[in-house]
């Protein structure tokens, strides 16, 4: 496989310019209509929001969050035996505009049919335009970690710009300006791609195991099938024919993906014919495995309790200027971008001084250190019960742990999956480990709906109950570890000889 030309785009590939951006506008989009979703649904009539209980729209935050990864799955098959990456990123990112138009529309029906074509969209681009910058390189190049750095500085470049655009419309023009804000970020985004495709290697555009005629036509009727049961269950709901609620809902399909997850892992285990190095490091990649759920289940509490505190119960004026509510988000992303190199250089040191703590350990650590977040905001909700606006530097803090934390945890486990999967299992094993993200993303609703404003006092308690159950997951992670340096190690040492 050939790479790209090099005479390109700061040393890389022109076509990590075209992927870079159509990235960074994806995201603008994306994470600029995420930090609206439950301030809008929680506002009341009178601020033309949708005037939802704050468990219904917990749930249904997490359920949209926790879809966007489940439908990466299909999305990920769909480019890889129908489509081809290129066009599933172009029709990926049609749908996710035309969804942030819906948006845009004040209808009492418009939301839920957004959220669908959004998330819908999101997991047909997001998987693979990720997989088009591997695609750039070929297998010996030594640029493709620099290739994806600069592509993660893309994403939350993008982030950026949609934590500050959005939320400044919402909170001085309107929701569905702010709304179609997101809309017009994405559409900048298909331009860009568009003017820009030819930079792309021509196998991008090739599914990579193509379908034969009668699958091509089942993967079709599949699809028809999708749009059609959607399309029913929408109409149902809108029409009163079936009704819905969405914590009931939230908590079931939390329990499906969680057996999807041991199903899967389970039937590699048992029946992926493994060698016995292959099973131990299937064991320690499990202890990553629940490390990941638990995180996100905390983590995520950004999009929703803890940017309903940061509206309810932060002083957020700086003199006469008001923050916007949905600006404390984007602190993850700053602190992304200023400390991401020193926890890249943190783990090369640290292997150096031949002090190299297991995949486990790393992910305890960072489980941990987010769990600090919430002792954190344990003592502002202590103020925040007693009637008072706290100050906006507990937030920060708590950003700033939550951040550190993530950058324990995700990179690291992202590497686990790679280093420690069985070969032939490694695209699955990657799948299964995606949804670790959409168990955490829906259990993170499920524990914000009990973020009650009608009852402050229970609020503490809510976020000791996160930092206890996260601190304790961390503290099994890390009293497994010398097991865990074990399996690891048996398999690492197979893999190598």
């Given at each position: 496989?050939?790479?790209?030309?090099?005479?390109?785009?700061?040393?890389?590939?022109?076509?990590?310019?075209?992927?870079?951006?159509?990235?960074?506008?994806?995201?603008?989009?994306?994470?600029?209509?995420?930090?609206?979703?439950?301030?809008?649904?929680?506002?009341?009539?009178?601020?033309?929001?949708?005037a939802f209980t704050v468990a219904s729209a917990a749930a249904i935050y997490g359920l949209y969050t926790g879809a966007v990864y489940f439908l990466g799955l299909p999305g990920g098959w769909l480019a890889d035996r129908l489509f081809g990456g290129q066009k599933a990123v172009w029709y990926g990112g049609i749908i996710i505009m035309i969804g942030h138009i819906i948006l845009a529309?004040?209808?009492?029906?418009?939301?839920?049919?957004?959220?669908?074509?959004?998330?819908?969209?999101?997991?047909?681009?997001?998987?693979?335009?990720?997989?088009?910058?591997?695609?750039?390189?070929?297998?010996?190049?030594?640029?493709?970690?620099?290739?994806?750095?600069?592509?993660?500085?893309?994403?939350?470049?993008?982030?950026?710009?949609?934590?500050?655009?959005?939320?400044?419309?919402?909170?001085?023009?309107?929701?569905?300006?702010?709304?179609?804000?997101?809309?017009?970020?994405?559409?900048?985004?298909?331009?860009?791609?568009?003017?820009?495709?030819?930079?792309?290697?021509?196998?991008?555009?090739?599914?990579?195991?193509?379908?034969?005629?009668?699958?091509?036509?089942?993967?079709?009727?599949?699809?028809?099938?999708?749009?059609?049961?959607?399309?029913?269950?929408?109409?149902?709901?809108?029409?009163?024919?079936?009704?819905?609620?969405?914590?009931?809902?939230?908590?079931?399909?939390?329990?499906?993906?969680?057996?999807?997850?041991?199903?899967?892992?389970?039937?590699?285990?048992?029946?992926?014919?493994?060698?016995?190095?292959?099973?131990?490091?299937?064991?320690?990649?499990?202890?990553?495995?629940?490390?990941?759920?638990?995180?996100?289940?905390?983590?995520?509490?950004?999009?929703?309790?803890?940017?309903?505190?940061?509206?309810?119960?932060?002083?957020?004026?700086?003199?006469?200027?008001?923050?916007?509510?949905?600006?404390?988000?984007?602190?993850?992303?700053?602190?992304?971008?200023?400390?991401?190199?020193?926890?890249?250089?943190?783990?090369?040191?640290?292997?150096?001084?031949?002090?190299?703590?297991?995949?486990?350990?790393?992910?305890?650590?960072?489980?941990?250190?987010?769990?600090?977040?919430?002792?954190?905001?344990?003592?502002?909700?202590?103020?925040?019960?007693?009637?008072?606006?706290?100050?906006?530097?507990?937030?920060?803090?708590?950003?700033?742990?939550?951040?550190?934390?993530?950058?324990?945890?995700?990179?690291?486990?992202?590497?686990?999956?790679?280093?420690?999967?069985?070969?032939?299992?490694?695209?699955?094993?990657?799948?299964?480990?995606?949804?670790?993200?959409?168990?955490?993303?829906?259990?993170?609703?499920?524990?914000?709906?009990?973020?009650?404003?009608?009852?402050?006092?229970?609020?503490?308690?809510?976020?000791?109950?996160?930092?206890?159950?996260?601190?304790?997951?961390?503290?099994?992670?890390?009293?497994?570890?010398?097991?865990?340096?074990?399996?690891?190690?048996?398999?690492?040492?197979?893999?190598?000889?």
């Amino acid at each position: 496989m050939s790479s790209a030309p090099d005479s390109g785009w700061c040393g890389h590939p022109k076509g990590l310019s075209t992927l870079f951006f159509t990235e960074m506008w994806e995201r603008m989009s994306y994470y600029g209509m995420r930090a609206m979703l439950v301030l809008f649904m929680t506002a009341s009539l009178q601020e033309e929001g949708l005037a939802f209980t704050v468990a219904s729209a917990a749930a249904i935050y997490g359920l949209y969050t926790g879809a966007v990864y489940f439908l990466g799955l299909p999305g990920g098959w769909l480019a890889d035996r129908l489509f081809g990456g290129q066009k599933a990123v172009w029709y990926g990112g049609i749908i996710i505009m035309i969804g942030h138009i819906i948006l845009a529309i004040p209808h009492d029906y418009s939301f839920f049919i957004g959220l669908i074509f959004v998330a819908t969209g999101t997991g047909l681009l997001k998987p693979n335009i990720s997989a088009m910058v591997g695609q750039l390189y070929s297998d010996t190049d030594e640029r493709r970690d620099g290739g994806y750095a600069l592509y993660y500085m893309g994403i939350n470049m993008g982030s950026l710009i949609g934590y500050y655009v959005c939320g400044y419309f919402m909170e001085n023009v309107g929701w569905h300006w702010a709304f179609g804000a997101a809309a017009v970020g994405m559409a900048i985004g298909l331009v860009q791609y568009k003017l820009t495709l030819n930079n792309l290697p021509e196998h991008s555009a090739l599914p990579a195991n193509p379908l034969g005629p009668k699958g091509t036509s089942r993967a079709w009727i599949g699809i028809a099938a999708f749009v059609i049961a959607a399309a029913a269950v929408t109409t149902a709901a809108m029409t009163g024919a079936i009704v819905i609620n969405p914590t009931v809902v939230a908590g079931y399909t939390a329990i499906v993906f969680t057996i999807i997850f041991f199903v899967y892992f389970g039937v590699i285990y048992f029946t992926g014919k493994l060698t016995d190095a292959e099973k131990q490091r299937m064991w320690a990649l499990f202890l990553v495995c629940i490390a990941s759920a638990c995180f996100w289940s905390g983590f995520e509490q950004a999009g929703s309790s803890l940017n309903l505190f940061a509206r309810d119960y932060t002083d957020r004026f700086i003199g006469t200027f008001e923050i916007p509510t949905t600006w404390f988000q984007s602190l993850n992303s700053l602190f992304i971008i200023a400390l991401s190199p020193f926890f890249a250089a943190l783990w090369i040191n640290l292997s150096k001084s031949l002090v190299s703590p297991s995949y486990s350990v790393k992910c305890a650590i960072g489980l941990i250190i987010m769990a600090s977040g919430f002792l954190v905001m344990f003592m502002a909700a202590h103020y925040a019960a007693e009637g008072l606006k706290v100050a906006p530097y507990w937030l920060v803090t708590t950003y700033f742990l939550h951040t550190v934390g993530e950058l324990c945890l995700s990179p690291v486990a992202l590497s686990a999956v790679s280093k420690l999967s069985p070969r032939r299992y490694t695209g699955q094993m990657m799948g299964v480990f995606v949804l670790t993200y959409s168990i955490g993303n829906i259990i993170a609703g499920l524990l914000a709906g009990n973020f009650d404003p009608n009852n402050v006092s229970e609020i503490p308690n809510l976020y000791l109950q996160i930092a206890l159950f996260s601190i304790g997951v961390g503290a099994v992670l890390v009293l497994m570890t010398f097991k865990a340096k074990v399996w690891e190690k048996q398999g690492l040492e197979e893999k190598v000889s």
